[in-house]
């Protein structure tokens, strides 16, 4: 968690009490059950000068409470047995420990719901791990800070005038400002020094008018502060968060709360310090909260940077797929030359290479924690994903020398989602598995319907499932993996490390624990409705994952009418600009084939060259080029004398709404996404047929 911890371990083991360095040292319990975060937690706690007691669990944690008092429980969010929330909860509801400070800990990937959901606990504090030292140990002081000014203001309120000057170098020795009003004529009876520094008017002007304060405030807060100080005034209590401006310029974010202080005096006293009565004295605090709240949106604004890193990626990943959609239809569609497979062939190898690697960086990334995918909803035969999942990992089978057993029922297997989705799903549990079998092994796939299922064509079956398991008689499971397999965030398991087939190819699927596949499998299957299971015996003793899928009738499958061949429009001059080299050429022969007359250019500067001799019908611009981009060229291209009646079309990877106004303000006359199939392409011509009848 933390770095630069160094010497001799000082933590006891699973809650034996540390020998304390003082008497007097503060009291603190550290719950992890992790034995290196718990090891270097309890180092910077010894090192602040604390004396630490560890527990392991939740369970021990309570009990350790109720047994020695600690001053504050440094306790992690994930334990074994019960969560650091209710924990949490239990010891806020127990009134033996309610007063016991909690400063919750959580990984950084915590969302603010479970932040909120935290301080709604009973957290006193809540700490984003990995946090320096420095923070850590400023956290805990500021939590024991605010208890002891709590404390210290209830216990001096019985006996102000008695005990003025120790509470005054009390309230002075704290870093926040603290002050106590009378209610009755709206004065402060004392504030810290740093309030003056704060407001800009001396502390005589503040003890008479505190509403000079407000002037400080920023304007978009004063009305909300004015009626908080308002409302305190009645009641004596106040938490609120606004912003001031120093006198110096410098803009502050500031947390103030405030506490009634009534009379403990006789049954008179009481009697007119009912319900209703305002209180004798207000005590508050207030603390600069700039830090923070900084480091709060500070995380937002890193959950917003992936989210335009994954709309980034999303642009990258087309630009790949066009020259292949371009490519496998004038495999699929046309009449292509020999000479045109094999240009095909190269363009779709060198682009499925490209296309790899960008998927796994998305991979990477944990989109799906966010719930943003979309399933197709087909009526899909699973032997097709089967099928294709063991064709895209034949070659990692080969490199291993595995020998794979596919045992498929003889009725249909159909099943309602996402065929490509499906096919991700068995095509990463195949590659997982020829990756920790060592070389020469045996994998298994078996589909069949459980005993829910009748056993006959299921053409009218209505819920049952379908199971499909997965067998390896490779390196297998530890318990401790098996429990955490599909956590992304779980470190790897030391078993495994070694676990790689001695003769396996370098580029064999990573040995670096559950990882992010089994995290994707998992998602995936639980959006098509199913579940997953994993089982080993043990290390060595080989692994089965099973995936439980519901199953379709096929009487809710109403197939279409099959997709009708291109038609060949007019022939057309078309000049074609990009700067990708395989989509320009990939294109060019698409267009070629359907019977057109094509010119490309591989920039802004060539496509202005070319476009007078050309005189093209028709030109599809590519939008992000170097040099000149689509926007710039388009422009130029309009005031060509020769490009009059030409219809200009944005061909780009930029699809989002935004980006088509832009484009079509620009001066283009439609926007098109790429990959553009050959129907979108001869829809395309077609208007500009329909035009110029």
């Known amino acids: 968690m933390l770095q630069g911890i160094e010497g001799p371990r000082c933590g006891a083991a699973k809650g034996a009490t540390m020998k304390p360095q003082g008497s007097r040292a ?335 960086e998305l991979l990477d990334i944990s989109r799906f924690n966010q719930g943003r995918i979309t399933l197709r909803q087909d009526l899909v035969e699973l032997r097709t994903a089967l099928n294709t999942a063991v064709e895209a990992v034949r070659p990692v089978l080969d490199a291993y020398r595995h020998t794979l057993r596919l045992s498929l029922p003889e009725q249909p297997l159909p099943v309602r989602g996402d065929l490509v989705r499906l096919t991700q799903i068995f095509s990463n549990l195949l590659q997982n598995a020829a990756a920790y079998t060592p070389a020469g092994g045996v994998i298994s796939v078996e589909a069949d319907f459980d005993d829910s299922a009748p056993e006959t064509v299921p053409d009218a079956v209505s819920g049952g499932q379908v199971t499909v398991r997965v067998r390896d008689n490779g390196t297998g499971l530890s318990a401790a993996l098996q429990r955490q397999l599909f956590d992304p965030l779980a470190p790897p398991d030391p078993a495994r490390e070694n676990d790689a087939p001695a003769e396996a190819p370098q580029s064999a699927f990573p040995h670096d624990g559950p990882g992010i596949g089994l995290t994707l499998v998992q998602k995936l299957v639980q959006l098509h409705g199913g579940t997953i299971r994993a089982f080993s015996a043990g290390p060595g003793q080989g692994s089965t994952f099973t995936v439980t899928l519901p199953v379709e009738p096929w009487q809710n499958w109403h197939p279409g009418s099959g997709k009708a061949g291109p038609r060949r429009s007019v022939p057309r001059r078309i000049l074609v600009v990009d700067d990708n080299v395989d989509a320009l050429e990939a294109m060019t022969m698409a267009l070629q084939a359907m019977g057109h007359t094509v010119v490309t250019a591989p920039d802004g500067p060539s496509a202005l060259a070319r476009a007078s001799d050309a005189r093209p019908d028709l030109v599809l611009l590519d939008l992000g080029m170097p040099a000149m981009d689509g926007f710039e060229t388009v422009r130029r291209l309009r005031a060509l004398p020769e490009l009059r009646g030409a219809r200009l079309v944005a061909l780009t990877g930029f699809g989002q709404p935004e980006d088509r106004r832009r484009a079509l303000a620009a001066g283009f006359d439609q926007h098109l996404v790429k990959p553009a199939d050959l129907d979108a392409l001869t829809r395309l011509l077609d208007e500009l047929d329909q035009q110029q009848a």
């Open 26 to 360: 503060p009291l603190i319990l550290n719950v992890e059950d992790r034995e290196g975060p718990r090891y270097v937690k309890s180092r910077i706690l010894h090192r602040g000068g604390f004396s630490v007691i560890e527990a392991v669990n939740g369970h021990s944690a309570l009990s350790l409470v109720r047994q020695h008092a600690p001053s504050l429980v440094l306790l992690s969010a994930k334990l074994p047995d019960i969560s650091g929330l209710e924990v949490c909860r239990l010891l806020k509801e127990d009134p033996q420990t309610a007063r016991t400070l909690v400063l919750l800990t959580s990984p950084g990937l915590a969302q603010s719901r479970q932040r909120v959901e935290a301080l709604n606990c009973g957290a006193d504090g809540y700490l984003v791990e990995p946090a320096e030292p420095e923070e850590v140990l400023s956290s805990i002081q500021a939590l024991l800070r605010l208890r002891g000014a709590e404390d210290a203001f209830h216990r001096t309120s019985r006996a102000l005038h008695e005990h003025e000057d120790m509470f005054r170098q009390l309230a002075e020795s704290l870093a926040d400002v603290v002050w106590i009003l009378d209610p009755s004529t709206r004065r402060l009876l004392f504030a810290s020094s740093s309030l003056a520094t704060i407001c800009g008017h001396s502390a005589e002007q503040l003890m008479d008018d505190p509403r000079r304060c407000l002037e400080r405030v920023a304007p978009a807060d004063r009305a909300r502060v004015e009626a908080a100080v308002e409302g305190m005034l009645r009641d004596g209590s106040m938490d609120i968060e606004f912003a001031v401006t120093l006198p110096g310029g410098e803009p502050r974010e500031v947390r103030a709360r405030a506490f009634p202080m009534r009379s403990r005096g006789g049954a008179d006293d009481r009697d007119k310090a009912g319900a209703g009565a305002p209180p004798l004295r207000i005590a508050g605090i207030c603390q600069d909260v700039t830090l923070q709240n900084r480091a709060g949106r500070t995380l937002r604004d890193e959950e917003r940077r992936k989210d335009q890193f994954l709309a980034m990626l999303a642009h990258e990943l087309r630009n790949p797929l066009a020259p292949l959609r371009s490519a496998a239809d004038l495999l699929q569609q046309l009449a292509p030359t020999r000479e045109d497979m094999f240009r095909a062939r190269d363009i779709i190898g060198r682009q499925v290479h490209h296309l790899t690697r960008l998927v796994d």
